[in-house]
């Protein structure tokens, strides 16, 4: 399902109006003298790179004729975050059965993720929030399973994906079953991995001052400008039109079924209710909250499932009535 509209983006977009772009192409060439956030992002960056040593010389012949630059690069970028948000979309499926959808609604839940627009970013051009919404999954679905496998690599995988991990680890922490002397201890490893890394880039490539630590306070001078845009209607459509007229689903839904919002009360479980306030805060804190939104997707295909079950069988009672 992703492949074909992937492939159109990652053919037609301009990848100059994603900054972060040039960035993580730099890193699959070693160069880190790149943004002093994104410039400890490498996971995905290096796997492109494998493939790029692989299976280089195959992806140069794929390249459409009006492309400018090397194509083998961001075609390995491409296959790269396919297979990540492809794994993405499972654990969105695997997430809304674990809440006990019928695999039919459970199918409309992932639908809702996999037609959403930042999807198709995600897995097209060269970025690397494919890996971090895999660890977001993992950790939903690990609280939710009580898969400790699932919770450990998020612990482990987290830090390497994004920065902002740091709002998950709470969620984590507080409300999965993990055992809390154990999970210290994972996340004092994790921590120990993740700043010894750290420690190492910035030996062998020395940051220009303290740009990291200003860049990370930069994002604090956005907060009183993403609030005014987040009650504004134009702030509002630029989070919600990532969903497409999925929108609708819900809003029948709660119109028409009152009895449904109970069922929503079940789903936004006290780690849910947490999980999405950290990530309403990380949106406060992004250059692009609709982006930022995209975190809660898991969550989103959840309630558009449950509503789609719920449409189901308001529809077959009506039905049955009228026989």
Known sequence: MLAGPCLSVLFTYDLGQFPDCASYLGLADFDFDQNPVRRYRILVPFAATALKFVFGPVFVHLAPTYFKGDFSLPFSFFVANILLMSCFGVLCYRYCRAYH???MSALIGLL????????????????IDSLFCVVVAMTLLGIR?????????????????????????????????LKKSRLVLYFLLSG?????FHFLVDYLRPPAGVA????DFAHLHGLKRNLHLL???????????SLGFWLLLPLVTFMYLPGSRVKLR??????????LFLV???????????RMFYLAMPVVAVICGMCADEMRVGYRGVHEKKI
């Open 266 to 275: 079940f789903i936004l479980r006290p780690y849910v209710a947490a999980f």
């Open 112 to 127: 809702v993720v996999l037609t959403s627009r930042y999807t198709y970013y995600f897995a097209s051009l060269p970025l």
């Open 101 to 103: 959808l019928p695999p």
């Open 145 to 177: 399973t009580k898969n400790t496998t699932m919770l450990i690599c998020a612990i482990f995988l987290g830090p390497f994906a994004r920065e902002s991990f740091i709002f998950v680890a709470p969620v984590i922490f507080f409300y999965s079953h």
């Open 231 to 241: 009650f504004s209607f134009y702030g509002l459509y630029k989070i919600l039109v």
């Open 192 to 196: 120990l991995i993740i700043f010894s």
């Open 280 to 290: 309403f805060f990380q949106m406060l804190l992004s250059g692009a909250m609709e």
């Open 212 to 215: 990291w630590l200003e860049a």
